[in-house]
């Protein structure tokens, strides 16, 4: 199975932006469709954005387009997730998530913790 570890959450002024980075283990990671999700406190597990596995193609939740980005380097095995102008409702706990090709989403990641002040 694909171990993910997620790095880069903290505590951010709403206005700020933090890039958060994910590692998955595997030889074939630029097989792997990528995504992050987070969830807020009280709140199910919502999407946030995804990209294909060339990186040529990606998708985001309407509540972050135009400010998040997501990113991935296949010779490194890392996809990331920058995300500027952030808001206090952007705090959560950012998950990493991987599709090795089942159509579903296989493993995910640890969680990094993400705070947004007003």
């Known amino acids: 199975q694909v171990q993910l570890v997620e790095s880069g959450g903290g505590l951010v002024q709403a206005g700020g932006s933090l890039r958060l980075s994910c590692a998955a283990s595997?030889?074939?990671?630029?097989?792997?469709?990528m995504g992050w999700f987070r969830q807020a406190p009280g709140k199910k597990r919502e999407f946030v954005a995804s990209i294909s596995r060339s990186g040529a193609s990606t998708s985001y939740a309407d509540s972050v387009k135009g400010r998040f980005t997501i990113s991935r380097d296949n010779a490194k095995n890392t996809v990331n997730l920058q995300m500027n102008s952030l808001k206090p409702e952007d705090t959560a706990v950012y998950y990493c998530t991987v599709d090795t090709g089942s159509g579903r989403w296989d493993a995910w990641g640890q969680g990094t913790q993400v705070t947004v002040s007003s």
């Open positions: 595997g030889r074939t990671f630029s097989s792997y469709v």
